[in-house]
């Protein structure tokens, strides 16, 4: 039972194995840690200000704030991201990561 008894199996096997060694399946990975690490920064931040009692617009933007936040940081940490640059503002770097670099850089 090999190859020759399955060729389905076989190229299924290799094809696989091809993708998850590639890069368009470590995008893809990254894509799923900014999204769940996003989601449950905003989720958890807007549901503790309504639970304050504050306004829902309010809620909605320390959300968005702290999403982002999420993302930036993530990113940084993530394997990843190796190869990819993305660019902020100098005021954010500063506030949010105490460094005066503006760009982000995996190797």
């Known amino acids: 039972m090999g190859i020759i008894d399955d060729p389905i199996s076989g190229v ?3 094809f696989l194995q091809h993708a998850l060694e590639s890069k368009v399946w470590k995008r893809i990975e990254l894509l799923l840690e900014l999204t769940i690490a996003s989601s449950i920064v905003f989720l958890f931040t807007t549901g503790s200000t309504l639970l304050a009692k504050q306004p829902v617009s309010l809620a909605i933007g320390a959300g968005m704030v702290m999403s982002a936040v ?13 190869g990819l640059t993305i660019a902020v503002t100098a005021k954010t770097v500063a506030e949010k990561l105490d460094t005066p670099t503006t760009t982000i850089e995996r190797k």
Do not use: D
Not at 70 to 82: E, G, I, R
């Open 12 to 14: 299924l096997g290799a």
């Open 70 to 82: 999420a993302l930036l940081t993530t990113f940084a940490a993530s394997p990843n991201a190796k």
